[in-house]
Nanobody
Framework: VQLQASGGGLAQTGGSLKLSCVVY????????VAWYRQAPGEYRALVGS???????DYADSVKGRFTVSRDNTKATVELQMNNLKPEDTAMYYCKIFRMGRPTYWGQGTQVTVSS
């Protein structure tokens, strides 16, 4: 199983970035997918998720700014990030999970937002 995350980079405050995570080696349709982030010295925290059924959930800090979406035909999950803030600076990780199966993580992609 492999998760390949991409799309991170440098953005200005108020700008946008889109992260992608391509999943290999599992039946993607059966898994829930989530994006997490971890800033230096902090715990890894949930950003947003989309279930196998398509239900989304978001951290309060990103509601209205970030959108998680999945494309089952491409085994891909995306995180559209708009109106970025310096506090969004972190390493972003994708994760797939489902009951009764191991949890798998991607390698992380860095997002840096300048003020």
């Amino acid at each position: 199983v492999q998760l390949q995350a991409s799309g991170g980079g440098l953005a200005q405050t108020g700008g946008s970035l889109k992260l992608s995570c391509v999943v290999y080696g599992v039946l993607f349709n059966d898994f829930n997918v989530a994006w997490y982030r971890q800033a230096p010295g902090e715990y890894r925290a949930l950003v947003g998720s989309v279930s196998a059924r398509g239900t989304t959930d978001y951290a309060d800090s990103v509601k209205g700014r970030f959108t998680v979406s999945r494309d089952n035909t491409k085994a891909t999950v995306e995180l559209q990030m708009n109106n970025l803030k310096p506090e969004d600076t972190a390493m972003y990780y994708c994760k797939i999970f489902r009951m009764g199966r191991p949890t798998y993580w991607g390698q992380g992609t860095q997002v840096t937002v300048s003020s």
